[in-house]
């Protein structure tokens, strides 16, 4: 019985969707850097229409021969108020990758569709944020792989 208690409090306190955050609401525009695979270095941004659905970019290379860009629309699957100092909701993406290999006959091009999800710590103290993604991205035009993971984690902070 103790266990249900317990249980049901904690979840009862992650359902609270009062935020913590002015992240989507009123601070709309994200500048900031992300890491992952393929890509080594990404600036990253967002713009958020409303505090559930957003526009987010970024741009990056890999050792300066392969260079990406991306946009995805972002939606908020879960929004909670997880802890009193930051929020952590739950994101899924759809999106575009334009991505090209420069060598020494010709560029290389992939293009195509990305899906995935991920979760972001939107803190209280400033408006920032740490977030994590990860997505699958399949590429009818190109000369690599066809289906190719995508994985991110970055920081933004917010104006």
Not at 118 to 124: D, E, I, K, R, V
Not at 141 to 159: H, I, M, N
């Given at each position: 019985?103790?266990?249900f208690?317990?249980?049901?409090?904690?979840?009862?306190?992650?359902?609270?969707?009062?935020?913590?955050?002015?992240?989507?609401?009123?601070?709309?525009?994200?500048?900031?850097?992300?890491?992952?695979?393929?890509?080594?270095?990404?600036?990253?941004?967002?713009?958020?229409?409303?505090?559930?659905?957003?526009?987010?970019?970024?741009?990056?290379?890999?050792?300066?021969?392969?260079?990406?860009?991306?946009?995805?629309?972002?939606?908020?699957?879960?929004?909670?108020?997880?802890?009193?100092?930051?929020?952590?909701?739950f994101?899924?993406?759809?999106?575009?990758?334009?991505?090209?290999?420069?060598?020494?006959?010709?560029?290389?091009?992939?293009?195509?569709?990305?899906?995935?999800f991920?979760?972001?710590?939107?803190?209280?103290s400033?408006?920032?944020?740490?977030?994590?993604?990860?997505?699958?991205?399949?590429?009818p035009?190109?000369?690599?792989?066809?289906?190719?993971?995508?994985?991110?984690?970055?920081?933004?902070?917010?104006?």
């Open positions: 019985m103790r266990r208690l317990l249980l049901s409090t904690l979840f009862l306190g992650a359902a609270n969707t009062a935020y913590a955050t002015d992240i989507g609401s009123s601070s709309k525009f994200g500048i900031g850097a992300e890491t992952g695979y393929p890509m080594i270095a990404n600036l990253s941004m967002k713009v958020w229409f409303n505090d559930q659905y957003g526009l987010s970019m970024r741009a990056g290379a890999n050792f300066f021969d392969y260079f990406e860009t991306a946009v995805r629309f972002e939606g908020v699957a879960y929004r909670g108020q997880w802890f009193d100092w930051a929020d952590l909701p994101i899924w993406h759809v999106g575009l990758d334009l991505g090209f290999e420069m060598d020494d006959r010709s560029p290389d091009w992939q293009v195509g569709p990305e899906a995935g991920g979760a972001a710590l939107q803190f209280s400033f408006n920032g944020e740490v977030f994590v993604q990860h997505g699958i991205g399949i590429y035009v190109t000369v690599w792989d066809t289906v190719e993971p995508r994985v991110s984690a970055g920081f933004r902070y917010y104006f």
